[in-house]
């Protein structure tokens, strides 16, 4: 669950870092440029987003017992 909060608040916080930087985000002078490639693979490294939600959907099912 933290894994995939944080990728997913990371991704969302860099987005609009970019954003705010305008050209200057793809530019390899301004760190901003590695985060936003870093950031999107942290949505995919380890399992991706996706799948962490079907995990954590399936583990709290079980808990439920529904
Ligand atoms: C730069 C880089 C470094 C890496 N380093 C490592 C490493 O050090 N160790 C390691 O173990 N792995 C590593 N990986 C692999 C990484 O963990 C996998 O790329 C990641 O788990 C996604 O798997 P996949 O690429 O096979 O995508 P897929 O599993 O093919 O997924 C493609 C898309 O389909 C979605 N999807 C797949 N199945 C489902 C489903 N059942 N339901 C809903 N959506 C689904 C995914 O969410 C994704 O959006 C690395 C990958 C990259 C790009």
Redesign the pocket.
Known sequence: MAKMIASEYCNEVVQDSFRIHGGYGYSKEYEIERLYREAA?ML????????QK?IIGRALLKDCKL
């Not at 995919?44 to 799948?51: A, Q």
């Open positions: 693979f995919i490294g380890e399992g991706t987003s996706d799948i079907m």
